[in-house]
T-cell receptor
Framework: DAMVIQNPRYQVTQFGKPVTLSCSQT?????MYWYQQKSSQAPKLLFH???????NEADTPDNFQSRRPNTSFCFLDIRSPGLGDAAMYLC?????????FGPGTRLTVT | GESVGLHLPTLSVQEGDNSIINCAYS??????FIWYKQESGKGPQFIID?????DKRQGQRVTVLLNKTVKHLSLQIAATQPGDSAVYFC???????????FGTGTRLLVSP
C-alpha cells in the first residue's frame, strides 16, 4: 500500500493561474518535505515541516507557499506559476531515519 | 555553503559487471548519508544508508563505503542488471537538521 500519496500525478496549469498540489501520508511521520525536481537535476528542497513548525529554505521563491492542516496532509500552493516552475514536485516524510518519497506530481505550465 | 556532488554524470556498464558510483560531500559534520535510486517518472527510492561511525555497510548486491578523511562515499552494485538502470543520488541526511541535501546524480545505463 502506498504510504506517501501525491495527487494529482500530472497537473497542467496556465501561466499565472494558482495551483495546489497535495500530499498525504499514512505513516504518521512528524516531518514532511516538498522538493522541486527539474529535468536531469537533483531534488531541491523548498521547505519542510517539523510537526507544525514550518521551515522555509532561504532561496525558495515567495511564489511557493505550503500548508499542513494536520499530520497526514501537506499542500504546496504556487500562487502565480511561471514557465520556469514546470517540474516534478516531490513530497517526502521522515521519522528518525525512516524516510519515504511519494511518486511526485509533474507540473506543466502552459 | 554545503554541497554534495557526484563525479560522473553517466555510467555505462554491461550486464553482470560491478558498478561503482561516487559522491563527495563538503560538510565534515555530516553524520548520515543515504543512497537513492530514481527511475524515470518516479520518486527517489531508498537503497542503503550509512552513519558516520561506520566505514562500510552491505545490503543485497549493494555496498556503501564511507571515507570521512576525504569526505567521499561510494555505492557499489554487484552483478549489475538491466533493472538497475536509473539515476542514483547520494544525499546528506544530517540528522541534526532533518534535511536531505542531494548530490547531482549519476545516470547508470546497463546494457545486456
Amino acid at each position: 500500500d502506498a504510504m506517501v500519496i501525491q495527487n494529482p500525478r500530472y497537473q497542467v496549469t496556465q501561466f499565472g493561474k494558482p495551483v495546489t498540489l497535495s500530499c498525504s501520508q499514512t505513516l504518521n511521520h512528524n516531518v514532511m518535505y516538498w522538493y522541486q525536481q527539474k529535468s536531469s537535476q537533483a531534488p531541491k528542497l523548498l521547505f519542510h515541516y517539523y510537526d507544525k513548525d514550518f521551515n522555509n529554505e532561504a532561496d525558495t521563491p515567495d511564489n511557493f507557499q505550503s500548508r499542513r492542516p494536520n499530520t497526514s496532509f501537506c499542500f504546496l500552493d504556487i500562487r502565480s506559476p511561471g514557465l520556469g516552475d514546470a517540474a516534478m514536485y516531490l513530497c517526502a516524510t521522515r521519522s528518525g531515519d525512516e524516510q519515504y518519497f511519494g511518486p511526485g506530481t509533474r507540473l506543466t505550465v502552459t | 555553503g554545503e554541497s554534495v556532488g557526484l563525479h560522473l554524470p553517466t555510467l555505462s556498464v554491461q550486464e553482470g559487471d560491478n558498478s561503482i558510483i561516487n559522491c563527495a560531500y563538503s560538510n565534515s559534520a555530516s553524520d548520515y548519508f543515504i543512497w537513492y535510486k530514481q527511475e524515470s517518472g518516479k520518486g527517489p527510492q531508498f537503497i542503503i544508508d550509512i552513519r558516520s561511525n561506520m566505514d562500510k555497510r552491505q545490503g543485497q548486491r549493494v555496498t556503501v563505503l564511507l571515507n570521512k578523511t576525504v569526505k567521499h562515499l561510494s555505492l557499489q552494485i554487484a552483478a549489475t542488471q538491466p533493472g538497475d538502470s536509473a539515476v542514483y543520488f547520494c544525499a546528506d541526511a544530517n540528522t541534526g537538521f532533518q534535511k536531505l541535501v542531494f548530490g547531482t546524480g549519476t545516470r547508470l545505463l546497463v546494457s545486456p
